[in-house]
């Protein structure tokens, strides 16, 4: 009789194992994996009011490619604003974070205060390359960024900001 139940509670154990395990690979190589992490894990991330996406293609394993992302009132920046994204695409998700590739088109910024910024770029083998664009900034709204105070007081506008980093 306690064989019995012994063998039970192992194969039990077992049997839950290997349901896990069988989880994780399906969520890690499926497009329905890729969605339940966009759609659960990325807005813990982006802290923002609102997020939606339009489409995704891929998987965790291979990498992903997210499209038409909106986002609006995200905390970091002065309220009422909104991060318009064309498409970001991210790879080399092997569990390494030092090969992960980030790839974003087109993302626009648009502050109350501000003319929208544009942004493009891609993050690749810990080296970031990006292209800044916007006619004209406000100065106090920026600073506002910046929660230790840093620039406490500025004032004024910039323009025709053209940057490539």
């Given amino acids: 009789m306690l064989k019995r139940i012994r063998t039970g509670v192992v194969i039990s154990i077992l049997s839950v194992f290997l349901f896990l395990v069988c989880a994780a690979i399906y969520l890690i190589t499926t497009l329905r994996g890729a969605e339940l992490f966009v759609r659960w894990v990325v807005p813990h991330y982006i802290q923002a009011e609102k997020f939606n996406y339009q489409q995704i293609k891929g998987n965790l394993r291979e990498g992903i490619e997210v499209a038409a992302i909106e986002c609006s009132n995200l905390v970091y920046f002065p ?17 390494d ?17 501000s003319d929208p910024i544009i942004l493009s770029g891609y993050f690749q083998d ?22 230790n105070g840093l620039g406490k007081g500025l004032q004024g506008d910039i323009t025709q900001i053209d940057l490539k980093i």
Wanted: hydrophobic content about 45%.
């Fill in 79 to 95: 309220k009422d604003n909104s991060l318009r994204i064309q498409k970001i695409s991210i790879g080399g998700l092997q569990w």
């Fill in 126 to 147: 810990q080296t970031m390359q990006a292209h800044i664009f916007s006619k004209w900034l406000s100065i106090e709204e920026m600073m506002g960024l910046f929660h």
């Fill in 97 to 113: 974070l030092n090969k992960i590739k980030i790839l974003v088109e087109n993302a626009r910024i648009s502050l109350p205060s």
